[in-house]
């Protein structure tokens, strides 16, 4: 069965940094794509970024890059999301989510728990 | 990058249909078939309904049909039940400086 199990909430201050990780079982995990969804309170999704761990190909949107880094390490079938330095406006919950197919990388069959970041002073 | 448009909520009776609409451009829904929608209930993860425009995975009621026409995609469900009302978005790979999937805002449905 595949899973993707995240870390749990964080409550953090502005400035602070972070990292929040999905562990995957279930499937090879360097042969699936691996990407991450931001969704603010009360707001739709947005979609981040997403890694192969294979070979460790990060694709970012515009408007997430230089924002967060997404890295994975495949000893541990875990993917990570990070940020060095957070805002008030980083408060929301980050879902992974990998597709089916290895061939696919732009639609999710597969979602975490999901982590809720609150960035707070 | 701007999100795909949706309406920001639909309504419909118990057992009707409805459609979902989701505007984008010829650099995302028009140029490819790869706009998916999903379904998210409060509280939850999203759940993959559509893919690549028109397909269902693999425990999708029938109930649920994707299409595009040029920029628009839609999702229509017929057969409204009370487990329908939830969020539903769609997504599309898009390309422009860079490849990556944009979101639309969101559609609330709401089962009368």
């Known amino acids: 069965e595949v899973q993707l199990v995240q870390s749990g909430a964080e409550v953090k201050k502005p400035g602070e940094s972070l990292k929040i990780s999905c562990k995957g079982s279930g499937y090879s995990f360097t042969s699936y794509w691996i990407g991450w969804v931001r969704q603010m309170p009360g707001k739709g999704l947005e979609w981040m970024g997403i890694i192969y761990p294979g070979d460790s190909d990060t694709r970012y949107s515009p408007s997430f890059q230089g924002q967060v880094t997404i890295t994975a390490d495949k000893s541990i079938s875990t993917a990570y999301l990070q940020w060095s330095s957070l805002k008030a406006s980083d408060t929301a919950i980050y879902y992974c989510?990998?597709?089916?197919?290895?061939?696919?990388?732009?639609?999710?069959?597969?979602w975490g728990q999901g982590t809720l970041v609150t960035v707070s002073s | 990058q701007s999100a795909l448009t949706q309406p920001a909520s639909v309504s419909g009776s118990f057992g009707q249909s409805i459609t979902i609409s989701c505007i984008g451009t010829?650099?995302?829904?028009?140029?490819?078939?790869?706009v998916s929608w999903y379904q998210q209930h409060p509280g939850k993860a999203p759940k993959l309904m559509i893919h690549d425009v028109s397909n269902r995975p693999s425990g999708v009621s029938n109930r649920f049909s994707g299409s595009k026409s040029g920029n628009t995609a839609s999702l229509t469900i017929s057969g409204l039940q009370a487990e329908d009302e939830a969020d539903y978005y769609c997504?599309?790979?898009?390309?422009?400086?860079?490849?990556?999937?944009?979101f639309g805002g969101g559609t609330k449905l709401t089962v009368l």
């Open positions: 989510a990998k597709p089916r197919y290895s061939n696919t990388w732009y639609y999710f069959d597969y």
């Open positions: 997504s599309s790979y898009t390309s422009s400086s860079t490849s990556f999937v944009v």
């Open positions: 010829s650099s995302d829904v028009g140029g490819y078939k790869y």
